[in-house]
């Protein structure tokens, strides 16, 4: 009987888990969860250069956060460019060629972007001034710097300092950013602090939302049209705080940085708030927007009105043997009529470092819809994927660490097409993949790899950049 009893109890576990992979996404979808990623380099990329970017600490399973990596490609193909934690700025040509070196002092990288004529560099720092600075691409002068502690203040004794966290640029050479602050006080409050700037290429100041108070909500993404007329950008506030100004989830302002409309998001049980920390996204032509949220749902906006197009649950928070799991919602991208979402490692709701039953079967898998919200095809990912970047018919995808399987195997640079997420190539990196970046014309890539620390004391890896060429 007791033999019957366990059957009956694990053939009930694996039916949730079968139910749960085909409600992740909406039925509609037809999604079925694809077969185990394959690692398997093709050649159709061959290494260019490897550069050393110095030490850095070797983080383990059991941190939240991991080190970061800032890299990206100039518009015009020509340059790469890659920022690292001990604050150092390195260009390089798409051939390999290092052209210069800076370091931007005792601030913390915290953003990285080219203006899109691909003259200038802009930097987003932490520090006690918080700046904002610009580089000549060609030969490393700096050109100017902007600093933000005027407005969100700075507290040394806590270390609290101000940051440009996300930069963005347009056509006409205007430069969109975010300025934050963040305050965790000793009784758990959490205060927030936020401001969008916007400057032209000398750096002269434009506008910024709001005029003439802080943003009271986490901001940590900004993303305009082509043309800037439009901007818009979401929150992520850790606690929900009831009187909060800026307590909706999706921001659409005009090209003078005034208000247009906002939207909330309703909360998923078991969470309290929606947050999103690396979207929204709008369209080169600003008619949509698409955004993804911690939770795990997806959404596709109407820019002009605000008006919801559809929403698609990709990794929504599930409970499989008393245990609320979920993987989080990373990143979306753009590209011409479709919509590409990442997912994340699966974690615990009641505490992420505590074990789940299982992984999650919407973790660490890219997502890719049509206008209408039909899904192309997925893709899913041993690891975690850090970072998206795409060109106009491929994607490329840092894959680090999973902390629920600590497979090193998985970790890489992952090259694949678009819409339809098929893998053309795998470049195998020993520690996480950090960092992607491909160029606007597909022809070459670049990742950055970071050590990490195994559970027994091992540490794999190196903190270092990889360029590869397209072989065709």
């Known amino acids: 009987m007791r033999k ?33 990623q394959i690692n398997r380099h093709s050649g159709k990329y061959e290494k260019v250069v490897e550069v050393s970017l110095g030490k850095v600490e070797a983080h383990n399973y059991q941190r939240m956060g991991f080190t970061k990596g800032f890299v990206q490609f100039s518009p015009d193909n020509r340059y790469l460019a890659v920022g690292t934690e001990n604050g150092e700025v390195v ?16 601030g913390k990288m915290a953003a990285l972007a080219f203006s899109q004529d691909s003259k200038y560099l802009l930097i987003g720092e ?6 904002l600075l610009c580089f000549d691409a060609a030969n490393g002068t700096e050109k100017w710097r902007q600093a933000s502690v005027g407005e969100l203040g700075v507290e040394i004794k806590d270390k609290t300092y101000p940051a440009i966290v996300a930069i963005r640029t347009d056509e006409a050479g205007r430069i969109f950013a975010v300025g ?46 082509s043309q800037g007329k439009r901007a818009v950008f979401g929150t992520a506030n850790w606690d929900a705080i009831q009187n909060n100004r800026y307590a909706d989830n ?33 369209s080169a032509d600003g008619k949509f927007v698409a955004g993804i949220v911690s939770d795990g749902r997806c959404f596709l906006y109407d820019t002009g009105e605000g008006r919801e197009l559809w929403r698609r649950n990709l990794s929504e928070p599930q409970k499989i043997s008393g245990v609320y799991m979920n993987a989080n919602g990373a990143n979306v991208q753009i590209v011409g009529d479709h919509f590409v979402f990442t997912t994340g490692n699966t974690y615990n709701r009641a505490n992420w470092q505590l074990p ?25 990912f041993g690891g975690m994927i850090e970072q998206i970047a795409v060109s106009k018919q491929q994607a490329a ?74 072989r065709n």
């Open 356 to 380: 789940t039953p299982v992984e999650h079967p919407g973790s660490n898998s890219m997502f890719v819809f049509d206008l209408r919200g039909q899904l192309v095809n997925r893709q899913r």
């Open 126 to 131: 932490s520090s006690q001034q918080g700046y």
């Open 180 to 225: 934050q602050r963040y305050i965790r006080f000793a009784d758990g409050r959490n205060e927030y602090r936020g401001r969008i700037y916007q400057l032209d290429e000398t750096g002269k100041r434009l506008a910024v939302f709001p005029r003439d108070h802080n943003l009271d909500a986490w901001v940590s993404w900004v993303s305009v049209d």
């Open 250 to 282: 999706i921001y659409c302002l005009d090209e003078n940085l005034d208000r247009l409309w906002s939207r909330v998001i309703p909360p998923v049980y078991p969470y309290q708030n929606t947050t999103m920390r690396s979207s929204p996204e709008i």
């Open 397 to 470: 995808l840092a894959v680090g660490r999973n902390v629920r399987t600590k497979d090193t195997g998985v970790h890489g640079l992952y090259i694949t097409s678009l819409p339809d997420a098929q893998t053309i190539d795998y470049i195998a990196t020993d520690g996480p993949c950090v960092g992607s970046a491909i160029s606007p014309d597909g022809r070459y890539a670049a990742a950055v790899e970071a050590p990490l620390q195994l559970d027994d004391g091992r540490v794999i890896g190196e903190y270092k950049l990889i360029l590869v060429k397209s």
């Open 4 to 36: 019957i009893t366990t059957l009956l109890i694990l053939g009930l576990f694996l039916g949730t888990v079968a139910a749960l992979g085909i409600h992740v996404l909406d039925s509609e979808t037809g999604l079925a969860v694809s077969s185990k």
């Open 91 to 106: 260009m390089l040509t798409n051939t390999g060629k290092t052209l210069w070196r800076n370091n931007i002092g005792l």
